[in-house]
């Protein structure tokens, strides 16, 4: 008899979140976290592409996603300690999605890479970032 398989994770939301209008997914089962993006004329710089802070934005939610699913059975709640962002091609119109993965991961610290590609797979920007789990006391 087979079992059915867990269910993913419910990313929580925030006033960012809501505010750009991204959606998280964290039902890979593999460790990533994805953050996903229609982008729409609320997203453009003055250039008429995706704004860099939003890019930012979207490399260290899917990261930090991916360093909470690392943490624990639960989303273990993080703080970015430090966030390095490589803008690499501008994002014009359609679906951006960024994937964050674990790179390594410590009882208080996760380092956790992510990029952003455009709908065809075409690789927009990357980060790497380092995470604090904010664990509470006398907790695990």
Same mark, same amino acid.
């Given at each position: 008899?087979?079992? &059915?398989?867990?269910?993913?994770?419910?990313?929580?939301?925030? %006033? +960012?979140? #809501?505010?750009?209008? $991204? #959606?998280? !997914?964290? =039902?890979?089962? #593999?460790?990533?976290?994805?953050?996903?993006? !229609?982008?729409?004329?609320?997203?453009?710089?003055?250039? %008429?592409?995706?704004? %860099?802070?939003?890019?930012?934005?979207?490399? !260290? +939610? =899917?990261?930090?996603?991916?360093?909470?699913?690392? %943490? @624990?059975?639960?989303?273990?709640?993080?703080?970015?300690?430090?966030?390095?962002?490589? $803008?690499? +091609?501008? *994002?014009?119109?359609?679906?951006?999605?960024?994937? @964050?993965?674990? /790179?390594? *991961?410590?009882?208080?610290?996760? $380092? +956790? !890479?992510? #990029?952003?590609?455009? &709908?065809?797979?075409?690789?927009?920007?990357?980060?790497?970032?380092?995470? /604090? $789990?904010?664990?509470?006391?006398?907790?695990?």
């Amino acid at each position: 008899m087979t079992s &059915a398989p867990p269910e993913a994770p419910v990313a929580p939301g925030s %006033g +960012a979140h #809501d505010l750009v209008g $991204y #959606d998280v !997914d964290l =039902s890979a089962g #593999d460790g990533t976290a994805r953050v996903v993006l !229609d982008l729409a004329p609320k997203h453009l710089n003055r250039n %008429g592409s995706l704004h %860099g802070g939003i890019i930012a934005m979207m490399l !260290d +939610a =899917s990261a930090g996603f991916a360093a909470s699913l690392a %943490g @624990g059975p639960d989303l273990v709640p993080v703080v970015t300690v430090a966030l390095n962002t490589q $803008y690499l +091609a501008p *994002a014009i119109s359609g679906r951006v999605t960024a994937t @964050g993965h674990v /790179k390594q *991961a410590g009882r208080s610290i996760c $380092y +956790a !890479d992510a #990029d952003l590609r455009d &709908a065809a797979g075409k690789l927009l920007a990357t980060g790497n970032g380092v995470f /604090k $789990y904010m664990r509470k006391e006398g907790g695990t």
